[in-house]
């Protein structure tokens, strides 16, 4: 086959494909927003406990904080681990009530922590977090499900913010999720710690 | 005018149709035919040639979009003058959009001469239904309507990167869906 077969294949298509076209009307885009440090509405569906510290920027940044990113490939769900200055694949995940996001993981650290799955997002507070179709949890891990803002265009930037009890540390993770030619991408564009001045 | 109005004029044989579409519609017909052909003269040849296909075609066809139906017909006749004319230089945005499509279809060994146009209408349209509404205009606006990314990015409200990525992939998605269905081997 080549172009002008198709192109001809193409001339008689339907024309009710043409209509659609020609009566296509964009969705209003809300303006976009400027980039943000910090998101606007957090739901937590199981509550963890923590203390808000008071930051001072004593320490290089240390280790101990891994992210992992979700991907489903052919129908596997694959977990790539988030790094800073390398993109890896991630996929959109769907819940059973529809809320449509990406899945970040991190190891549960902290003593007493429970494992926890809370929703991201800019917009408006989108519903409880209901079961992620296809992802099987882990009690080992703390799950966020990053909703972007309806209508906003990729890239998206946002900071998952993460404490570290043994540590001592509070580590904001800079995340760039962007659209590839197969599909979309995350990588830690940059990650800061902070000691803690002020611990329960 | 309305378009159940000027349809009307067509089932009463009143020229007075053939003005009022022009009117109400001529500069998208004209734009249609120029996207392929590139040439003003050309274009308006095709769009003229059109109009008499549309006048031998209404009645008996009562089109539910007067513009889709007309647009198909320019479309038609506007490929049909540019494979007439392939000493045209390589510079319409048609030209690229074809060789766009060429190095998806490409194959060593294809079955391409088992399948009738028609057929191959279908297959496409068997695709077609498989994409969202927003990525089937874009694809269409680009292949169908030869649109620049510009023109593409405005209709749809997003960047002409996007367009770009999303038409990369769309076409990949293409490719499989054909291979599946043993279009392309």
Known sequence: MNSEKFSNALGKIDVSYVEEVVDYKAKKKRPQQIWKLAVACVAVIVLTVDVLPLFNKDKEISSGFALIAYASENGTVVENKVQEGASVPISFFETTNGLKGFVFAYNRKNPGDISSASIMTEGEFPGILEEIIGLKMSKDKNYVFYIPEQDKEFPYRFMMPYTDEEANLVYFCYLLVEETEDGYSAVIERMESFERKFKE | ?185
């Open chain 2, 1 to 185: 005018m309305v378009d159940e109005e000027i349809i009307e004029l067509f089932f009463e044989r009143s020229e007075q149709a053939i003005s009022e579409l022009d009117t109400k519609y001529g500069r998208v017909f004209h734009k249609t035919s120029y996207n392929i052909l590139k040439d003003e003269l050309d274009a308006a040849e095709c769009v003229n040639d059109a109009y008499l296909g549309t006048w031998n075609a209404i009645p008996p066809t009562k089109p539910n979009s007067l513009l889709a139906f007309v647009c198909q017909i320019v479309r038609n006749v506007s490929v049909k003058r540019y494979y007439m004319k392939k000493a045209i230089k390589r510079n319409s945005t048609y030209d690229v959009a074809m060789e766009e499509i060429d190095a998806c279809l490409s194959s060593a060994s294809t079955v391409e001469d088992e399948v009738e146009t028609r057929e191959l209408a279908r297959i496409i349209e068997g695709f077609l239904d498989t994409l969202s509404s927003e990525n089937r205009v874009i694809f269409l606006q680009r292949y169908w309507f030869s649109d620049t990314y510009s023109d593409i990015a405005k209709k749809v409200g997003i960047s002409e990167k996007s367009v770009s990525v999303r038409l990369s992939r769309i076409r990949k998605k293409m490719r499989e869906y054909l291979v599946e269905r043993e279009v392309l081997v």
